[in-house]
């Protein structure tokens, strides 16, 4: 156990977050039972190691990280190992990639049971259906999802600021005026290419190739995440990467799903599961018209976001596929979004965005519709800048 705390203390010492996430402040820490899932390269466990720093003591053996990679925990479950820390005066258990070991949904649950002083904080895979797939954990787990950085978080880390978030109501009725606290601060076009680029994951910072460590990444999703959580064999890892970059080359369009599958030799369900795998995982959305949803076939898919479009296909990359890209991503954490008419979305059933180029003059604009512009950094009325939709969290 003592080898265990001083892997705790040295991790905790030396975690570096210079942006502090805003979901730190919308978990429930009271809770005992809490999920937090996201995918690869978001910033999971630098998450766990920020909670312990702000709410224990580095000395305080209250609190203790353990990571399911660990070989330690290929002999010894978690339960018991958590009833060894309770029974010591441990209190809050921080356990990274939860999903490494077998049967953790039943350990998790003994360890509820069995403890009740106990709290327990874990990490996993979008991928995770934590619910659906884990009846036991139905009604004692609180569950979140991490994501990427926004590009107001983008933007607080290159500039030191901390500029706040705002609502999606605040930005369609109040736009004008939020821009006038944010302009005289910063520029938000000095940063917004940068951010599509290669701002979304948190290891922009480290001193590696981006587009390669984000390869290797989304190689990870694939190869560990959808086929060790999803049970699938294999032999059928090439299908779902071939399918994953068809679809990425593709562009955002609805997929000819009966070509695909005879294309990577499967079926069309098959096909539509993987799609939907592959959208677990945040490599892919699905867009669907109002009123529809999953197993039917989407009127469109596209990239989760706008930087993943660069790793796989840098040649050429649209601009306003980037954009629209950018818009779904942006809305995609607290809003439904649905494919509308003409070239629209539509937002939480009413709403109507399009994405436009500020710079086109024969724009036509309707009262109907709101217009999130690019190549601007100003709005007026229904006009707003695509930019400030990257301040939603």
Same mark, same amino acid.
């Given at each position: 156990?003592?080898?265990?705390?001083?892997?705790?203390?040295?991790?905790?010492?030396?975690?570096?977050?210079?942006?502090?996430?805003?979901?730190?402040?919308?978990?429930?820490?009271?809770?005992?039972?809490?999920?937090?899932?996201?995918? !690869?390269?978001?910033?999971?466990?630098?998450? *766990? *190691?920020?909670?312990?720093?702000?709410?224990?003591?580095?000395?305080?053996?209250?609190?203790?990280?353990?990571?399911?990679?660990?070989?330690?925990?290929?002999?010894?479950?978690?339960?018991?190992?958590?009833?060894?820390?309770?029974?010591?005066?441990?209190?809050? *258990?921080?356990?990274?990639?939860?999903?490494?070991?077998? =049967?953790?949904?039943?350990?998790?649950?003994?360890?509820?049971?069995?403890?009740?002083?106990?709290?327990?904080?874990?990490?996993?895979?979008?991928?995770?259906?934590?619910?659906?797939?884990? #009846?036991?954990?139905?009604?004692?787990?609180?569950?979140?999802?991490?994501?990427?950085?926004?590009? !107001?978080?983008?933007?607080?880390?290159? &500039?030191?600021?901390?500029?706040?978030?705002?609502?999606? =109501?605040?930005?369609?009725?109040?736009?004008?005026?939020?821009?006038?606290?944010?302009?005289?601060?910063? &520029?938000?076009?000095?940063?917004?290419?940068?951010?599509?680029?290669?701002?979304?994951? #948190?290891?922009?910072?480290?001193?590696?190739?981006?587009?390669?460590?984000?390869?290797?990444? $989304?190689?990870?999703?694939?190869?560990?995440?959808?086929?060790?959580?999803?049970?699938?064999?294999?032999?059928?890892?090439?299908?779902?990467?071939?399918?994953?970059?068809?679809?990425?080359?593709?562009?955002?369009?609805? #997929?000819?799903?009966?070509?695909?599958?005879?294309?990577?030799? @499967?079926?069309?369900?098959?096909?539509?599961?993987?799609?939907?795998?592959?959208?677990?995982?945040?490599? *892919?959305? $699905?867009?669907?018209?109002?009123?529809?949803?999953?197993?039917?076939?989407?009127?469109?898919?596209?990239?989760?976001?706008?930087?993943?479009?660069?790793?796989?296909?840098?040649?050429?990359?649209?601009?306003?596929?980037?954009?629209?890209?950018?818009?779904?991503?942006?809305?995609?954490?607290?809003?439904?979004?649905?494919?509308?008419?003409?070239? @629209?979305?539509?937002?939480?059933?009413?709403?109507?965005?399009?994405?436009? =180029?500020?710079?086109?003059?024969? $724009?036509?604009? @309707?009262?109907?519709?709101?217009?999130?512009?690019?190549? @601007?950094?100003?709005?007026?009325?229904?006009?707003?800048?695509?930019?400030?939709?990257?301040?939603?969290?």
């Amino acid at each position: 156990m003592e080898a265990f705390f001083r892997t705790h203390r040295y991790l905790v010492e030396h975690v570096k977050a210079p942006v502090r996430r805003t979901l730190m402040d919308e978990i429930n820490w009271s809770d005992r039972m809490i999920g937090i899932k996201g995918t !690869r390269g978001v910033g999971k466990t630098t998450f *766990l *190691l920020q909670y312990a720093k702000e709410h224990f003591d580095v000395q305080d053996k209250q609190c203790l990280y353990i990571n399911m990679n660990n070989f330690y925990f290929q002999e010894r479950g978690i339960a018991d190992f958590a009833g060894e820390f309770y029974y010591k005066g441990g209190r809050v *258990l921080l356990i990274d990639q939860v999903f490494k070991q077998p =049967d953790w949904s039943k350990e998790l649950r003994r360890c509820y049971d069995e403890h009740p002083g106990l709290k327990i904080v874990f990490t996993g895979s979008s991928v995770m259906r934590l619910k659906e797939e884990n #009846p036991e954990l139905n009604g004692i787990v609180k569950s979140y999802n991490l994501r990427g950085f926004s590009f !107001r978080e983008f933007i607080n880390l290159k &500039t030191g600021y901390n500029l706040r978030p705002y609502s999606l =109501d605040e930005i369609l009725h109040d736009h004008e005026n939020i821009i006038k606290h944010i302009l005289p601060k910063v &520029t938000p076009s000095r940063y917004f290419q940068d951010y599509i680029h290669h701002g979304f994951y #948190p290891f922009f910072q480290e001193d590696r190739n981006y587009s390669e460590n984000l390869l290797k990444t $989304m190689n990870m999703m694939t190869e560990v995440d959808i086929l060790l959580i999803k049970q699938i064999e294999l032999k059928y890892l090439t299908r779902i990467k071939k399918l994953f970059y068809q679809l990425a080359e593709g562009g955002p369009k609805a #997929p000819n799903v009966s070509k695909l599958a005879k294309q990577i030799g @499967t079926s069309r369900a098959t096909v539509m599961n993987y799609i939907k795998y592959l959208t677990d995982a945040r490599l *892919l959305n $699905m867009i669907y018209p109002v009123g529809e949803d999953f197993p039917k076939k989407p009127a469109k898919v596209m990239l989760h976001n706008s930087n993943l479009l660069y790793a796989i296909y840098p040649i050429h990359v649209e601009k306003q596929t980037a954009m629209e890209t950018f818009f779904v991503n942006s809305l995609w954490k607290d809003h439904k979004v649905n494919q509308g008419e003409r070239n @629209t979305y539509i937002v939480d059933d009413k709403l109507r965005f399009r994405i436009c =180029d500020a710079d086109a003059h024969k $724009m036509r604009y @309707t009262q109907d519709t709101i217009y999130a512009r690019y190549n @601007t950094e100003i709005g007026k009325d229904n006009q707003i800048p695509l930019w400030l939709l990257g301040f939603l969290y």
